[in-house]
């Protein structure tokens, strides 16, 4: 059970991972709450390579690999099971079953607006201004039908949700600023938007809100803090509650600018693909 909420907490972290027409690697560290009980430091490395309209996130850690590639002029997402070596072809149609078995009333994240507080600092000798937003998530959705949730969760999880507050420092200088901004537009209107959730893998109703919110602000999200409390009933919202706030935080580690190999968006040689 650990090991799948901190999956999850992975999953909320990179959802405001960096997405531009370059290669960006992206380091998270997780403390306190959830990733406190698990004994273990949760520190995962994400590597994002956008081409065109074609994107590809690989998530790194001790307790999960994940990687999703998206290619928008398609319509589909595949994504990848190192384990396993298996890759899984996701359309509009995928994503569209997942939401409408979600329960009823699905709205997605509630999002505040992205508000400027009008600081600023430099970061990496980028100067970074600051923006703060919160957000809502209802653990349910977060895991629709046709996920990999045991049972038991799933019944756990009803009525549990995460309260995410945010400060957001961008960054519009840096290289690929501008291409990142295009793509994340992009994303958010296209009909993969909720397949494409921070290349997580778990389809998530009204993610297309909040990637078309951080992508108006035409630049580089270079620095992210965020603070996660939960609030529900039952044994294992409190035992959450207990744990305490789950602190995280998302720094840009290197951006380059370099050419990107066509293959990089191809399901790798020796991989079983699997339609749905």
């Not at 994240?109 to 209802?138: H, M, W």
């Not at 603070?227 to 580690?253: E, F, N, R």
Request: aromatic share 4%; with cysteine; proline share 6%.
């Amino acid at each position: 059970m650990k090991r799948w909420l901190m999956t999850l907490a992975m999953f909320v972290a990179c959802s405001t991972a960096i997405r531009a027409d370059v290669t960006v690697v992206q380091t998270t560290t997780i403390e306190g709450g959830m990733a406190a009980m698990t004994g273990q430091t949760i520190a995962p490395t994400t590597t994002t390579r956008i081409k065109g309209l074609k994107s590809r996130s690989d998530v790194d850690s001790e307790i999960a690999q994940i990687s999703m590639i998206a290619d928008l002029e398609a319509k589909q997402v595949i994504a990848l099971d190192p384990t396993q070596k298996t890759a899984r072809i996701l359309q509009p149609a995928t994503a569209g079953e997942i939401v409408k078995g979600s329960a009823p009333g699905v709205t997605g994240p509630a999002l505040d607006s992205i508000k400027p507080t009008g600081r600023s600092q430099v970061i990496d000798g980028f100067k970074c201004e600051e923006y703060i937003f919160s957000t809502t998530l209802n653990m349910s959705e977060i895991n629709p039908p046709g996920s990999t949730m045991p049972p038991e969760a799933k019944e756990m999880m009803k009525g549990i949700t995460i309260n995410v507050n945010a400060s957001m420092w961008v960054a519009r200088d840096v290289p690929g600023a501008a291409d990142y901004s295009a793509f994340q537009k992009a994303a958010s209107g296209s009909e993969l938007a909720a397949l494409i959730s921070g290349g997580s893998g778990m389809p998530m109703p009204g993610v297309d809100r909040v990637m078309k919110a951080i992508g108006s602000l035409n630049g580089v999200p270079y620095l992210t803090e965020m603070t996660m409390t939960i609030q529900g009933t039952g044994q294992l919202a409190d035992m959450m509650q207990q744990a305490g706030p789950m602190h995280i935080t998302s720094k840009v580690k290197s951006i380059s600018t370099d050419s990107i190999a066509d293959d990089a968006f191809k399901v790798p040689p020796g991989y079983t693909v699997v339609k749905q």
